[in-house]
Structures are given as C-alpha cells and as structure tokens.
C-alpha cells in the first residue's frame, strides 16, 4: 500500500468512527490543488474519486 491510499483509508476509517452514522451533518475535508488554494470539500463530493482528484481532475 502507497502512503496516498493509507493516509486516505486512515483518514476514512478516522471520520467514520468520529461522525457516526445518523447524525444528518456533512463532513468537510480540507485539500489543496496545484495553486495552493484551500478548498473544502464534503467527504460525499470526494468519496467517488481518489484522495488526490476531484471530477477526475488532479487538485
């Protein structure tokens, strides 16, 4: 396993065990793209796509 897919399968089991099921909320996480600029974006948006693309472009 590469360090991108563990820290991505930490960071989901993290968010899973921290925001269980049922709360009704939507988890934000923080990434970057190639200019620096921080985004946010839920897990919902994210969770079809690998931790470093979003809409199959690289962030």
């Known amino acids: 396993m590469n ?9 989901i089991s993290f968010i899973e065990k921290r925001y269980p099921t049922g709360w009704g909320g939507n988890v934000k996480i923080a990434v970057t793209n ?5 985004l946010f974006k839920s897990l919902r948006e994210l969770q079809p796509y690998h931790w470093s693309t979003f809409n199959g472009k690289k962030l």
């Open 34 to 38: 190639d200019k620096n600029i921080l």
């Open 3 to 11: 360090i991108e897919t563990e820290l991505y399968e930490t960071a």
